[in-house]
């Protein structure tokens, strides 16, 4: 993740690359990002693109101490596409879905070639999301034991949370006055 206000430290690989005055080819070949001591990506384990912090790279390369990055989690850091998939708890082909919503893509950022969301949309978009807490019917989604009814005629009723009751449904061998009876599409109930 890009922490918040150090989009413009970012750096890529063939960044890098040029910084150190040899080709991105070459770069790759000798992999000195995976060097003991090397500032750790801040992009996530298994984005395409390797972004690297650059105040931490500078630091690096001039043998001074490398700054540590803010641990405290802001509503401005940048969330790449599988930082946000985590966030929400989905998978990344669920946040492809999800990315086209206009909420999401009024702050879509492009770092390093990278598409990142703010923390702060990306919880805002979670909880404007239909399924959280209400349902759009204003029904809770929270898993509960559906009222039973037992009227006087011996049909059993069960009711959402909805205000009215469902109406009763005959069932294959259930009893009715006094007798089983079989329900048949066609037919309908017995007379």
């Known amino acids: 993740m890009i922490r918040a206000g150090r989009g413009h430290l970012v750096r890529t690989l063939p960044d890098l690359a040029a910084q150190q005055g040899v080709s991105s080819q070459r770069y790759r070949k000798l992999k000195p990002y995976e060097a003991a001591g090397f500032p750790p990506r801040i992009s996530s384990a298994r984005a395409r693109t390797r972004l690297y912090d650059g105040e931490q790279v500078d630091a690096y390369l001039l043998g001074k101490p490398v700054p540590s990055l803010p641990e405290r989690d802001d509503d401005n850091d940048l969330l790449d596409r599988q930082e946000c998939a985590a966030e929400l708890g989905v998978s990344p082909r669920s946040w492809d879905a999800y990315k086209s919503d206009p909420l999401l893509t009024g702050h879509m950022a492009k770092v390093g ?10 919880h805002q978009f979670q ?10 019917q204003d029904r809770t989604t929270t898993p509960t034991a559906p009222t ?10 069960t009711t959402l ?10 069932v294959r061998g259930e009893r009715y006055e006094g007798r089983t009876v079989t329900f048949h599409q066609r037919r309908g109930p017995p007379a």
């Not at 909880?127 to 759009?136: Q, V, Y």
């Not at 039973?148 to 009723?157: A, F, K, L, N, Y």
């Open 113 to 122: 070639g990278v598409e990142h969301w703010p923390r702060g949309i990306v």
């Open 127 to 136: 909880n404007s999301r239909p399924g959280k807490a209400l349902n759009r």
């Open 161 to 170: 949370d909805g205000p009215t009751p469902l109406a009763p449904a005959l």
């Open 148 to 157: 039973v009814h037992h009227p006087t005629d011996g049909i059993v009723t």
